[in-house]
């Protein structure tokens, strides 16, 4: 059992029961909080000096993508809706297209073109870990997270002697454990600093790893991607006022994605507390001055018992002593709260009597021990919770900007099975991926440019297959979906 008090109020909490308490009809002592709000203006440091390097942090404390994770990975819907996106995205996977002129359109033609493709399929038969399919997946998943994705460029040895491509392949590296950085003495106080002055990066366990632990890698140079035997790069979608990409949709929802992942507890803890005993407590003056009249008393008796060499008296198995302070009274007036605790809860306790005594003022008005029970408003505390949940579902989905019919998740919560407003919906979806496909795609035509210059000239590149189905009344009857 634990009992709390604060001046003349307090509780006592036993199991899953708990009931509040006062001594006295008005509360002599109230309680407040710290407001950390106020320290929220205080500003933070942009960079952190490891090594000899001024390294570019990510979030205030450098810990956002540890913060993402966390955040989207115990929301109930969001994993599955950014599935969606990444699946969307990377449709059938990469394949090799030139883009051609259709009067006033500009249409893409998906070609075969074995030099590229042996070089796309030749990765892991090279050393890479990963095939380039399996890469741009990764890139994607990390983009549609923090619309950020760190690649390490594998290059030959013989990469400025001709013969063989250049390139080998590219690979993965994972945002948790890269930052930007520069060895620049940079003032972030005074200094302007912008994306092209940080031209190496750092690679490590940025939670719990030490000064000497990280790996550096020289950055990309674009215009002589060439110049040193590894490098890494940073492909992002541009966001206003930083450097690394930022997740647009996050930053906005963040607060509604906190109080999301916090329904399902809020609403397990509550139904299984909901039928213990709550109470508030009032106990009155009068009890309390002939309680302290009572143990001054015994206080003077063991006096008397002291003086005689005789055992002294305890009260409820409270050693009473011979001089009275305010805590005996405390230790007293637990006593009876834990009593009457056992009274109020449990499964075994119904039928049993609990009895207290009243006294009259020199008014003759009654004072007794008052047990008012507290009406929690089950009804209402469950539904504002699922209001709040569902209101959470249309932020999350307008947000990502995926219509009900896409996501699967409507007002209501039932999915919309309309086949015309599912199809003109995914068709605008994807006329909406041109920027995050040119990002995601952009390191691999980068490759091809280096690899293929001619086939580059010659419009040759890289993107996601995605195969958009025709709408069934525009198939015959035997090729329509419900015939196959």
Known sequence: MEIQTNGHIGYVKE??????????????????????????????????????????????????????????????????????????????????????KNGKKIEREWVDQPL????????????????????????????????????????????????????????????????????????????????????HFLVGNWSYGTEK?????????????????????????????KIYGQNKFYEGIKEWLVGMNKTPRFINSFLENSLSAKVHVIIPDAWIKSKRRMLESYCDKNKEL??????????NEIDVGTEFYEHLLTKYVSGELKKLSKFL?????????????????????EERWIIEPIDLKYKE??????????????????????????SNVSKDGVISKSGSDLYYNYIIYLLN??????????????????????LYKQGYRIGFYINVPSRQEEVSTDDRLQNQ
């Open 15 to 100: 199991g899953a029961d708990v009931f509040t308490f006062q001594m006295g009809t008005t509360p002599k002592a109230t309680t407040g909080e710290i407001d950390l709000e106020q320290f929220a203006g205080i500003p933070l440091p942009y960079v952190l000096n490891v090594d000899g390097y001024k390294v570019l942090i990510m979030g205030k404390t450098n810990t956002l993508p540890d913060e993402v994770e966390a955040v989207i990975g115990g929301n109930r819907i969001l994993p599955e809706l950014i599935d969606k996106r990444v699946k969307l995205l990377s449709g059938e996977g990469l394949h090799v297209y030139q883009n051609k």
């Open 116 to 199: 590229i493709e042996s070089w796309l399929d030749s990765w892991q038969d090279n050393g890479l870990q990963d095939s380039a399919s399996d890469v741009a997946l990764k890139y994607v998943i990390d983009y549609y997270h923090m619309e950020t994705f760190f690649l390490r460029w594998r290059f030959r040895k013989s990469r400025r002697l001709g013969g063989q491509l250049p390139v080998i392949g590219l690979e993965h590296i994972p945002i948790k454990k890269t930052r930007l950085a520069t060895d620049k003495n940079i003032d972030i106080f005074t200094d302007y600093f912008e994306d092209s002055d940080f031209k």
């Open 213 to 241: 632990s990280f790996r550096v890698y020289n950055r990309l140079d674009p215009s002589d991607p060439l110049k040193y035997p590894v490098a890494m790069s940073m492909h992002r979608n541009p966001s206003f006022g």
């Open 306 to 315: 002291a003086a005689e060499g005789k055992e002294l008296i305890k009260v």
């Open 345 to 365: 809860s449990g499964a075994d306790n119904q039928g049993k009597l609990y009895s207290s005594y009243s006294f009259k003022t020199s008014d003759k008005v």
């Open 381 to 406: 505390y469950i539904d504002a919770l699922t209001n709040y949940d569902k209101r959470g579902d249309e932020v999350v989905t307008t947000a990502m900007g995926m219509d009900a019919t896409i």
């Open 433 to 454: 991926l041109t920027i995050p496909e040119r990002i995601c795609t952009e390191p691999f035509n980068m490759a091809l440019k280096i690899n293929f210059p001619e």
